[in-house]
């Protein structure tokens, strides 16, 4: 008898045991995820709140209010910033991928004279702030007339981005050169060993590189309000947002609801797309 009612409190002992020890293996993760994840449920829990209780000492709603969702809508064209954004973010990730991987494989890949210096360039552009060429930037653009658009933020990513060409020309290094020599000598030129061999074992890489460019567009605020702040058609959510204070004197409930709404798609994004992000970046500091 004793034995049967020692044997459930042994087995009780042992998943304690192991949650314990589960826990202590994983204390620092369990840390960092508890400090990240705070400000963004206060954000939430601010954004439910009345306007003369957000910003007080209480931490949680007396009284929870979802329709602050609903008045975003109702006071901004919040829609309308989030067409922006959208246009903006996808269109100069797709430009900045389609011309980026092609110098990044050509750093990576083609051996020609001044590769290196070249390379070292790239870096050297990527250590640049961009507020050195902002005055002779925004000269040019109002020169021809597209201040107060969006063309100042979306023709630049023809060009390419040079983190994007450091991060894929490091993940292309990690692709074998066999298959390379194996599609030239069946006859394939650089473009079509690119499109038909690379890309596809390139695909993590490329998605890494394409949530960065994205999440830096979704979330820039310097360039909206260098070449739009003239047009308010043509603000992206980060501008909306600032002057989202301006406007509505400061009713923080509407302004964390507005931010929180502005964090979803990332979040969304980030969500489906984390394992080739993950991978994308593990696999980069391979070989250098």
Excluded at 197 to 215: C, D, E, N, S, Y
Aim: net charge positive; glycine share 6%.
């Amino acid at each position: 008898m004793t034995l049967a009612l020692d044997r459930p409190v042994t087995a009780t002992v042992e998943r304690r045991r192991i949650r314990l020890a589960w826990i202590a293996r994983h204390s620092i993760a369990i840390a960092l995820a508890i400090m990240f994840v705070t400000p963004v449920a206060y954000l939430v829990l601010l954004s439910l709140m009345t306007s003369d209780q957000a910003l007080t000492s209480d931490y949680w709603p007396n009284t929870w209010h979802p329709e602050n969702y609903l008045k975003v809508f109702e006071t901004t064209p919040l829609p309308h910033y989030l067409l922006n954004t959208v246009l903006y973010a996808g269109t100069a990730t797709v430009l900045t991928l389609a011309s980026s991987v092609p110098a990044a494989y050509a750093l990576a890949k083609l051996k020609f004279r001044g590769r290196n210096a070249l390379f070292l360039v790239v870096i050297c552009v990527m250590m640049l702030p961009p507020q050195v060429v902002t005055v002779p930037l925004y000269l040019m653009w109002a020169r021809y007339g597209l201040t107060g658009s969006l063309a100042p933020l979306i023709i630049p990513a023809l060009f390419g981005d040079a983190f994007c060409i450091f991060l894929l020309r490091q993940f292309l290094l990690t692709i074998p050169g066999e298959y390379l020599d194996a599609a030239r000598v069946d006859g394939c030129g650089e473009w079509r060993t690119l499109l038909r061999v690379v890309l596809p074992m390139a695909r993590p890489g490329i998605a890494a590189a394409g949530l960065f460019q994205f999440f830096y567009c979704w979330n820039d605020y310097y360039g909206p309000l260098l070449y739009t702040s003239e047009n308010e058609n043509s603000w992206t959510l980060s501008l909306g947002l600032a002057s989202f204070r301006t406007v509505h004197h400061v009713d923080w409930n509407l302004v964390t609801a507005a931010t929180v709404l502005a964090m979803a798609p990332l979040i969304v994004i980030f969500f489906f797309a984390q394992r080739a992000f993950v991978q994308g970046i593990t696999l980069t500091g391979f070989k250098g």
